[in-house]
């Protein structure tokens, strides 16, 4: 296997608990994920697009109530690129350089 690198996209601390949050099921509701991370509809907002720019998530939208609702889904090319970062943070931190150092 070759070396994992950090992913910048992924690293900030919101955004490396949101796909942390989604690798474990099949989709998020924007509500759930928003009070689970204790950021507001707009920092919450701004992670996703990022991280939707990059194929990292989509977001899928439906009426339920009346009301419009959104769920986050990782894409299986978000799940590659956390599951590589994941990997990159194990090897720091066993002390073993990823970048080849």
Known sequence: MGVELLDPLIHPPARL???ALLADVTEMEFGIARDVLGVSDSVLSKHLAQLGDAGYIEL???TVNTRQRTWIVATAAGRK?????????????????????
């Not at 690129?81 to 150092?101: D, E, I, M, N, W």
């Open 17 to 19: 608990q949101l796909m």
């Open 81 to 101: 690129a956390f599951k590589g970062h994941v990997a990159a943070l194990q090897a720091l931190a066993s002390g073993r350089a990823p970048y080849g150092a």
């Open 60 to 62: 899928r939208k439906a």
